[in-house]
T-cell receptor, first 113, second 116 residues
Framework: DSGVTQTPKHLITATGQRVTLRCSPR?????VYWYQQSLDQGLQFLIQ???????AKGNILERFSAQQFPDLHSELNLSSLELGDSALYFC????????????FGPGTRLLVL | AQKVTQAQTEISVVEKEDVTLDCVYE???????LFWYKQPPSGELVFLIR??????QNEISGRYSWNFQKSTSSFNFTITASQVVDSAVYFC?????????????FGGGTRLMVKP
């Protein structure tokens, strides 16, 4: 158990809908990362937050957004969902956000029908 | 730009065989970090090891060992006397110290199947 929690574990929704994925980092970690794992794109970095502020951005679609709250949990919002958004979404956390090992949560499996 | 290549998409071995998973990376930075993660059938990503670019010492942890060679930009992972529980997808990843953040670039993964 990495100490990173993600909810829900599974999510099934329809095209055009909006969903929110939630992540709680390990106790004391200030930085949260989001990754998407899909069959065609592999594991890709989406976005990083550090202590409430956006730190780095990867291949995140404009339909996707994220935020980190004062209690350090983070949410990834996916809107106008398409079939291709079906994937496993991982959250990871580190203490400072730099040069550290990322510990991953169990992931949220999203299926868009 | 950083890149990680795991040329072996799938490897199948019989229990107790040794197996090596290859990882080749590309980076322009002199300071960087390399990682291996394991993804068992249950889906979670489990951290195995981290090396920094200044430490080329090989590492052994039980049946696992890692061979880091800067001259060939490789960070290979060997499992000795494989077991069925080793069946998983293994990912090699790279993080450059000069990144604004700490993002990981993953290879495509190698699916290891260990048969009894």
């Amino acid at each position: 158990d990495s100490g990173v929690t993600q909810t829900p574990k599974h999510l099934i929704t329809a095209t055009g809908q909006r969903v929110t994925l939630r992540c709680s980092p390990r106790s004391g970690d200030l930085s949260v990362y989001w990754y998407q794992q899909s069959l065609d794109q592999g594991l890709q970095f989406l976005i990083q937050y550090y202590n409430g502020e956006e730190r780095a951005k990867g291949n995140i679609l404009e339909r996707f957004s994220a935020q980190q709250f004062p209690d350090l949990h983070s949410e990834l919002n996916l809107s106008s969902l398409e079939l291709g958004d079906s994937a496993l979404y991982f959250c990871a956390s580190t203490r400072t956000g730099e040069r550290e090992t990322q510990y991953f949560g169990p992931g949220t499996r999203l299926l868009v029908l | 730009a950083q890149k990680v290549t795991q040329a072996q998409t799938e490897i199948s071995v019989v229990e107790k065989e040794d197996v090596t998973l290859d990882c080749v990376y590309e980076t322009r930075d002199t300071t960087y970090y390399l990682f291996w993660y394991k993804q068992p059938p249950s889906g979670e990503l489990v951290f195995l090891i981290r090396r920094n670019s200044f430490d080329e010492q090989n590492e052994i942890s039980g049946r696992y060992s890692w061979n880091f060679q800067k001259s060939t930009s490789s960070f290979n992972f060997t499992i000795t006397a494989s077991q069925v529980v080793d069946s998983a997808v293994y990912f090699c990843a790279l993080s450059e110290a000069d990144n604004a953040g700490n993002m990981l670039t993953f290879g495509g993964g190698t699916r290891l199947m260990v048969k009894p």
